[in-house]
């Protein structure tokens, strides 16, 4: 499996050549990663070429920054990748269609990202031809074993290095390594650690390390600034997001981008995520996510109108598994395909306008209007009058419906009697 990027890629004059051995390294630009190139080039001797998979969290002027720093500690060639399409192609648009939130409560903002970068990065090692990749991760949570697997998968002949996880390194440590190879950047650690993507930012902190404490207020990303309730409508063809307000968009991606831009400053979609880590352990982390959660109860309001008892009832089953064995990193189980197809030809008549209410930190749906509307006059109103069936018709369908389990019980009572 590979994906088609959209990349700006530039070798050094000195990138081949050179008798060393070629390395790709994921790269962000932070603390860890930093430490990655000035280890892995300086002390192990590895041309290393980094890149970063730009999954809607960076600004072009951060991507920028980032490749200037990248060639300043001293790396071959950087890459940036823009995979905010194939993120929302490849991953986001079964999250929607299957209404997934991780215990329902999280929309799985990083979870699903990790998986899309770990994707991009095997790839550009396979164009590399490189010997070795590596990541950033430590040995504490789920993303080095989302990195790791994709890799044993992708690219199973690769050597994989995780320097901060196999060196154990505290953040002091990798602070003082840095300043005595002269490098300089801001090594002030924020109050808390953010990462921004198109479908949700998660916010670590204090107050998330143990099993109490929310958030304060200062500490989202996205400030309240609005306080006036307002109505959007959200249209849906398919299943996809394509229009908000009537304001059409060429990718569903653009869409969620503009809901973002409309949700967010009402402080909407923000919660603590409680989950179970890969490896075992429980964790918090707080995230906001307005666009997600708008989208995502929009969604399956007009689902349940469009949509059958029972294609609902399969949808949430198996969605729900869809998710969980997203959030463990599995997505290039083929059974990840074969749901991937249900979910997309549940989609057929999902198609409609949504009506949502925002207001400051919570939202509400109004209802929905679609061709495909099960809850039509011409049958009938719920709890009225119904035109498509007589009440003998209701008499006798009731009976045979409760046959059988009227069976089980006269049958059970005469067996009784003869004890």
Same mark, same amino acid.
């Given at each position: 499996?590979?994906?088609?990027n959209?990349?700006?890629f530039?070798?050094?004059p000195?990138?081949?050549?050179?008798?060393?051995?070629?390395?790709?390294?994921?790269?962000s630009?932070?603390?860890?990663?930093t430490y990655?190139?000035?280890?892995?080039?300086?002390?192990l001797?590895?041309d290393?070429?980094?890149?970063?998979v730009?999954?809607?969290?960076?600004?072009?002027?951060?991507?920028?920054?980032?490749?200037?720093?990248?060639?300043?500690?001293?790396v %071959?060639?950087h +890459?940036?990748?823009?995979?905010? @399409?194939?993120?929302?192609d490849?991953? &986001?648009? *079964? $999250?929607?269609?299957?209404?997934v939130?991780?215990?329902?409560?999280?929309?799985?903002?990083?979870?699903?990202e990790?998986?899309?970068?770990a994707?991009?990065?095997?790839?550009?090692?396979?164009?590399?031809?490189?010997?070795?990749?590596?990541?950033?991760?430590?040995?504490?949570?789920?993303?080095?074993?989302?990195?790791?697997?994709?890799?044993?998968?992708?690219?199973?002949?690769? %050597?994989?290095? +995780?320097?901060i996880?196999?060196l @154990?390194l505290?953040?002091?440590q990798? &602070?003082? *390594? $840095?300043?005595?190879?002269?490098?300089?950047?801001?090594?002030?650690?924020?109050a808390?650690?953010?990462?921004?993507?198109?479908?949700?930012?998660?916010?670590?902190?204090?107050?998330?390390?143990?099993?109490?404490?929310?958030?304060?207020e200062?500490?989202?990303?996205?400030?309240?600034?609005?306080h006036?309730?307002?109505?959007v409508?959200?249209?849906?063809?398919?299943?996809?997001?394509?229009?908000?307000?009537d304001?059409?968009?060429?990718?569903?991606?653009?869409?969620i981008?503009?809901?973002?831009?409309?949700?967010?400053?009402?402080?909407?979609?923000?919660?603590?995520?409680v989950?179970?880590t890969?490896i075992?352990?429980?964790?918090?982390?707080?995230?906001?996510?307005?666009?997600?959660m708008?989208?995502?109860?929009?969604h399956?309001?007009?689902?349940?109108?469009?949509?059958?008892?029972w294609?609902?009832?399969?949808?949430?089953?198996i969605?729900?598994?869809?998710?969980?064995?997203?959030?463990?990193?599995?997505?290039?189980?083929?059974?990840?395909?074969?749901?991937?197809?249900?979910?997309q030809?549940?989609?057929?008549?999902?198609?409609?306008d949504v009506?949502?209410?925002?207001q400051?930190?919570?939202?509400?749906?109004?209802?929905?209007?679609?061709?495909y509307?099960?809850?039509s006059s011409?049958?009938?109103?719920?709890?009225?009058?119904?035109?498509?069936?007589?009440?003998?018709?209701?008499?006798?369908?009731?009976?045979?419906?409760g046959?059988?389990?009227?069976?089980?019980?006269?049958?059970?009572?005469?067996a009784?009697?003869?004890?």
């Open positions: 499996m590979s994906f088609s959209n990349v700006n530039q070798f050094s000195d990138a081949a050549g050179s008798g060393k051995k070629t390395l790709v390294l994921g790269f630009g932070g603390l860890d990663t990655c190139v000035k280890y892995l080039s300086d002390d001797g590895y290393v070429h980094s890149v970063i730009n999954t809607g969290g960076f600004s072009e002027e951060e991507l920028k920054n980032i490749e200037a720093h990248a060639y300043k500690l001293g %071959k060639t +890459t940036t990748v823009d995979a905010v @399409k194939g993120y929302y490849r991953i &986001i648009k *079964y $999250l929607v269609f299957g209404n939130l991780k215990n329902n409560t999280y929309p799985l903002s990083v979870s699903a990790r998986l899309v970068q994707l991009h990065i095997a790839d550009h090692v396979k164009a590399l031809n490189a010997d070795t990749v590596a990541h950033g991760s430590t040995g504490a949570g789920n993303d080095q074993v989302r990195f790791d697997m994709v890799f044993h998968i992708m690219i199973p002949d690769v %050597k994989i290095l +995780t320097p996880r196999d @154990k505290s953040r002091e990798e &602070i003082e *390594y $840095l300043k005595a190879k002269g490098v300089n950047m801001n090594f002030e650690k924020a808390y650690s953010i990462n921004k993507g198109l479908w949700g930012t998660s916010v670590g902190g204090r107050e998330t390390l143990s099993s109490k404490g929310m958030l304060p200062s500490a989202w990303p996205t400030q309240v600034t609005k006036e309730g307002e109505e409508k959200l249209h849906f063809e398919k299943g996809e997001l394509t229009a908000v307000n304001k059409t968009f060429s990718h569903p991606s653009e869409a981008q503009y809901l973002q831009s409309i949700a967010g400053a009402y402080g909407i979609g923000r919660d603590i995520h989950g179970d890969i075992g352990i429980k964790g918090r982390v707080g995230f906001e996510a307005a666009a997600p708008v989208i995502l109860k929009a399956h309001a007009l689902e349940k109108h469009v949509l059958t008892k294609q609902l009832s399969w949808k949430d089953n969605a729900n598994f869809y998710g969980n064995w997203l959030h463990e990193g599995q997505i290039l189980d083929p059974v990840m395909r074969d749901i991937e197809a249900f979910l030809s549940s989609q057929q008549t999902v198609t409609g009506f949502v209410y925002l400051p930190y919570r939202f509400q749906v109004l209802g929905i209007e679609s061709k509307d099960l809850m011409k049958f009938g109103k719920y709890g009225e009058m119904n035109n498509g069936w007589t009440g003998e018709d209701v008499r006798g369908f009731s009976k045979i419906f046959n059988q389990t009227s069976m089980y019980h006269l049958i059970r009572e005469d009784e009697k003869q004890q």
